[in-house]
Structure formats: structure tokens, C-alpha cells
Nanobody
Framework: QVQLVESGGGLVQAGGSLRLSCAAS????????MGWFRQAPGKEREFVAA????????NYPDSVKGRFTISRDNAKNTVYLQMNSLKPEDTAVYSC?????????????????????WGQGTQVTVSS
């Protein structure tokens, strides 16, 4: 069982930056991809970014492309989400997730069903 623990959330002013971390433990050799999702109050969970664990290819939705960057450190079993130019609408609980399945297409990264393991989440609040 892979365990995921997020850190780095907090309160930041609009235009500021935060870096989230997601540390994985357990049988991480089985991981194929990791992703970040967010959920604001009253809204559905939304895909934010994904990265292939071995190849390092990345995917982003248009809402964060150019502002957010996902990266990984395989030696530390850690994935990062660098968030720049933050906006109040980025306020949400951010969760990392891991999958041990090979995706059959890019669209798979966008769906919560693709991911098997989830962290508890970390709150990000962007003030205007």
C-alpha cells in the first residue's frame, strides 16, 4: 500500500507563489504516474497536474498551464507542485494521487478513477 503525505499549503496573497510537496512511501516501485487534484467548497474535484513517474512527461489543464509546474524527485519519492501567479480561484484543498496503471491515453490522467492512492490533502488559500 503506497502512502502519500502532502505538505506546503497555506495562505498567500494573489500573485504569490507556493510549492506543495507529496512524499510517497511503501511500494513506490509500482507507481506509474502521480497527479495533483484540488477541490474547492461546493465544487467537484478538479485535475491540476500529472507526471509520469519514470519518463517525467507532464500534463496540465488550461486553467493552470503556464502558472503551475509539476516535478518529481525519484530518489526522494517526492512530487512537487510549484504554483505561481496564484489567484483567489485557486483556493482549494490540494491532494496528490498515485496510480500503478499504465494510461491508455492522456485523458486518463484527468480522471480520479485512474488513481489508486490518495493523500489527505493540504489547504491552499489565496487572498485577494
Amino acid at each position: 500500500q503506497v502512502q502519500l503525505v502532502e505538505s506546503g499549503g497555506g495562505l498567500v496573497q494573489a500573485g504569490g507563489s507556493l510549492r506543495l510537496s507529496c512524499a510517497a512511501s511503501g511500494p513506490t516501485f509500482s507507481m506509474i504516474a502521480m497527479g495533483w487534484f484540488r477541490q474547492a467548497p461546493g465544487k467537484e474535484r478538479e485535475f491540476v497536474a500529472a507526471i509520469s513517474w519514470k519518463g517525467g512527461s507532464t500534463n496540465y489543464p488550461d486553467s493552470v498551464k503556464g502558472r503551475f509546474t509539476i516535478s518529481r524527485d525519484n530518489a526522494k519519492n517526492t512530487v512537487y507542485l510549484q504554483m505561481n501567479s496564484l489567484k483567489p480561484e485557486d483556493t482549494a484543498v490540494y491532494s496528490c494521487a498515485a496510480s500503478d496503471r499504465t494510461p491508455l491515453g492522456i485523458a486518463w490522467y484527468y480522471t480520479t478513477a485512474y488513481y489508486k492512492y490518495w493523500g489527505q490533502g493540504t489547504q491552499v488559500t489565496v487572498s485577494s
